[in-house]
């Protein structure tokens, strides 16, 4: 099954990945094939000190 990915859900996932959505974005690849824009990666790099003050995530 194809699914497109907003990309407000994809930074929801990051910002929370044990929610339903989150694990269903991690895990999913194996059932399903994600799509989304091509300008994803440049939004997540865009607000990339936000999300690491946010998560606390190391930046590798």
């Not at 694990?23 to 000190?49: A, P, R, W």
Request: no cysteine; hydrophobic share 40%.
């Amino acid at each position: 099954m194809k699914i497109v990915v907003d990309s407000n859900i994809v930074f929801s996932t990051i910002l929370n990945t044990k929610s339903k959505i989150g694990q269903l974005l991690i895990n999913g690849s194996k059932y399903f094939d994600f799509y989304t824009v091509g300008l994803l990666k440049d939004e997540i790099f865009k607000h990339k000190d936000k999300i690491l003050d946010l998560t606390n995530f190391a930046e590798d």
